[in-house]
């Protein structure tokens, strides 16, 4: 009997699939004790504050952040991301977001210079939590439409001779981003802020790390 268990639990760790099972709860459980934290952190703004229960145009805000700038090594990346939000609650907000970001490659070893493009799209939702005024933190789920270079087993990419094209392929992956930052201004306020995929892994297409300014105002 204590054989029998003694090698199942080695299979398991041996196992990539259990391994990623492992490690998937494990990123589970961080987000739901930030999401916990974070909460706890409102409400306890939310006690402490004063002010007049606002309408639902002073709840209402919408923004745009310029997210995923990246360049070097023969490619290019930037997003745009338009999200509209209200706030359930005092410095809590919930809201929609939709992610387009341009992405550009220069093949240097072909000749001529071969180029790839696409337009990536990633509709997502998210939760926002401001902290003292001018500080916030962030959790957002993404899936994302994304088009990328076919490559063979050395990591090449897969070009057609004919055309002189690359041969691509779609993907479609999700994203979790936890993220923390600041902002300044009142009605209108000036946001930066970094952000991070906490299920990146060796598939995962986009850099785990996203960098971001952006600008929000309410609707009244």
Known sequence: MHSKGLITIIARRGNPYF????????????LLAMVALLSTLA?????????????????????????????????FTFGLTPMAAVEVANNVSLGLMLKADYYYEKYRFT?????????????????RFDILDQFFAQIEYEYAFL????????????????RNVVLTERIEQSYVYV??????????????????????DFDSVKFPWDYRFGIRWYLK
């Open 179 to 200: 993220g923390a930052g600041y902002s300044s201004g009142s009605n209108v306020k000036y946001t930066i802020s970094i952000h991070y995929n906490i299920l990146d």
């Open 111 to 127: 000749f001529p210079r071969i180029k790839f493009e696409s337009i990536d799209f990633g509709p997502g939702v998210f939760a």
């Open 19 to 30: 391994s990623r099972q492992i490690s998937s709860m494990k990123r589970i459980t961080v």
């Open 147 to 162: 088009e990328r270079a076919q490559t063979d087993n050395a990591g090449l990419p897969i070009i057609d001779q004919t």
């Open 43 to 75: 409400e306890g703004q939310s006690r402490r504050s004063d002010r007049d229960q606002p309408t639902f145009g002073e709840r209402v805000w919408f923004g745009v952040d310029v997210n995923d700038l990246r360049f070097g090594g023969g490619t």
